[in-house]
Structure formats: C-alpha cells, structure tokens
C-alpha cells in the first residue's frame, strides 16, 4: 500500500524567507509524484509533478520540487515566499496504472507580511 | 470547459438521510475520481470509474456508499442512512487517459454536514 508522509503541519516563515516542505513516500512500484496547493476558499490545484526524467522539477509561481529516489522523497522549495503564498500544501503519489491519488495530510504555511 | 463542476457545493442534512452528490468532469475525460476529506486530513480515495465502469472501491466506501457514472459522462455519489462520522468534504476529480498522462483535475468539492 502507498503513503505519504509530510513533516510539517503547520509552517509560519516572514516574507521572502525560503521555503522547503518535506515529503516521503512509501511505495514499491512505479511512482508519478504531485504536489498540490489549496488556497483559503479554493480547491485542490496543481503546483506541478514528476513523472520521470530530470529530478528537479519547476512549477507554478516559482516553486521547485526534487525527486531522491533513495530517500522516497519529493520535497517542495521556493527561495523567496509570498503573503499570497499563504495556503495548505498537499504531497502525492500516483498509483502509474489505477491513477489512482494517495496524499499526505498536509501542511498549511502561513507567510507573514 | 472550465474544469470539474459539482453539485451542491453545501449540504447540511440530518442524521438517518440520504443524500446525493453530482460530479460534471471536463469533457473527454475517460477516468472520473471521488475522495472524501476530513478536517487536518488529505483527500482519501473512495472509488473510480473509466468511463462508465466502476473499476476500484476504496473499504473506506461501506455499502451505505454508492456511485454511479451511467453514460460515461457525470457521476453521483449517493450516501444511505447518513452518519454523523460521514461529515467531510467530497471531492470530484478527472483526468483523460493520454496527452496529459497522470495528471487529475480537481472540482471545488461537496462540504457535507450530518447533524
């Protein structure tokens, strides 16, 4: 069975401090990665995703994720956060074959202005 | 197409009554998703469907839980006997088998409350 571990619950940085979210996961076959932002009142949007190839991977507004296979983790980093960055994250693993989501419980990052 | 609709966004029901959940995805997409989340928690999976074949149910989904997508487009949900321990949010999803790969598309979901 697949799980998602994410370190912190709860993450409160001042403006344009970094950011890095942790994320484990367990799982034994072939894995595509997420992480998802939901923003107060708003639902589940895509920050991007891993599916294969270079590890490093950029998505929206300016935030990074890095695969470490041999650590089963996929932690999310911007170097500079926002007030607007303000919002729960959420970490996931694909099932390749079902599509099928397993997620972490989250972390809600409260940026101070 | 803007995206996954749902339908209610609200409901507040008391104890003992059914209820029923639509989920409208994006057009074309073949696979459609439902989740359940609770507060402090992420989405959990309940079941899912590829076009109008239910292929997986999650054991969080009991017998009181059922799901249908008859034509392959919208799906319900539908929900017997309501407990209170069924409060939480539903959450639709759909993503299209190919072109865009693994990638799920989420609506704004269903806040259930079961007094």
């Known amino acids: 069975a697949q799980s998602v571990s994410q370190h912190n619950h709860h993450v409160i940085l001042s403006e344009a401090a970094s950011l890095e979210l942790g994320c484990n996961y367990s799982y034994g076959g072939t894995v595509n990665l997420f992480w998802y932002v939901q923003y107060p009142g708003q639902h589940l949007q895509l920050l991007l995703k891993y599916f294969s190839g270079d590890p490093l991977v950029k998505g929206i507004k300016g935030f990074e994720a890095e695969f470490i296979k041999s650590k089963f983790s996929f932690n999310l980093r911007k170097p500079s956060v926002q007030w607007s960055d303000t919002a729960e994250y959420f970490c996931?693993?694909?099932?390749?074959?079902?599509?099928?989501?397993?997620f972490g419980d989250g972390t809600t990052l409260t940026v101070k202005p | 197409d803007t995206g996954v609709s749902q339908d209610p966004r609200h409901k507040i029901t008391k104890r003992g009554q059914n209820v029923t959940f639509r989920c409208d995805p994006i057009s074309e997409h073949n696979r459609l998703y439902w989740y359940r989340q609770t507060l402090g928690q992420g989405p959990e999976f309940l079941t899912y469907?590829?076009?109008?074949?239910?292929?997986?149910k999650s054991r969080l989904l009991s017998d009181r839980f059922s799901a249908e997508r008859p034509k392959g487009s919208f799906s319900t949900l539908e929900i017997q006997r309501t407990e209170q321990g069924d409060s939480a949010m539903y959450l639709c999803?759909?993503?299209?088998?190919?072109?865009?790969?693994?990638?799920?598309?989420f609506g704004p979901g269903t806040r259930l409350t079961v007094l």
């Open positions: 999803a759909s993503r299209i088998l190919a072109g865009e790969g693994d990638t799920q598309y």
């Open positions: 996931a693993v694909n099932d390749a074959n079902a599509g099928k989501s397993t």
């Open positions: 469907f590829q076009n109008e074949a239910q292929l997986e």
